[in-house]
């Protein structure tokens, strides 16, 4: 049974075509990914990044904190930027504001390998900029969008499902 949020969801997420699309492409992201770096991810258990680290964690995601105030977060080894993690990351989800989230997307794009998409959280807004500069590279950008409420969504359902029927 679809709960009144999943119906609001819907709406929201598929009110034009384009958006609509953009929604698919993020499910595909999320059911092929298994690293998430998070840029601003706090150190306070009552911050919004901290909430969507450890939901994120609970979901099965592999979570690499980036704050250069922290050594570890979430129990997990923090770095200072995107270009001193010594892995793949498949997804890096900024949290950050709008004035500064330009050196989290220059980062993204100069490592090796790239991700396969750069995640702006819900807040920062659409950011023209950030598009042209991701535009051709390879790697999906989602904007003003929560990577936690698109996971809930898109891909718990059906790993509830697939759980359930397994037995």
């Not at 075509?17 to 770096?37: G, V």
Request: net charge negative.
């Amino acid at each position: 049974m679809r709960t009144t949020f999943n119906n609001w969801y819907d709406d929201k997420m598929r009110a034009t075509e384009a958006l609509s699309a953009e929604t698919d492409r993020a499910e595909k992201t999320l059911e092929t990914t298994s690293t998430i770096a998070i840029v601003g991810l706090s150190r306070s258990f009552h911050k919004d990044s901290q909430f969507v680290g450890r939901y994120l964690q609970n979901a099965g995601y592999d979570i690499v904190p980036v704050n250069p105030n922290a050594n570890r977060i979430l129990g997990e080894k923090s770095y200072p930027d995107l270009l001193s993690i010594p892995f793949p990351i498949d997804v890096v989800d900024v949290f950050l504001p709008p004035g500064v989230l330009s050196k989290a997307v220059d980062q993204a794009l100069e490592m090796d390998p790239r991700p396969k998409a750069i995640w702006l959280q819900l807040g920062t807004g659409q950011n023209p900029e950030e598009e042209e500069k991701v535009s051709g590279s390879g790697i999906e950008l989602y904007q003003n969008r929560c990577i936690k409420v698109d996971h809930q969504f898109l891909i718990r359902p059906k790993k509830q499902a697939n759980t359930i029927s397994e037995t």
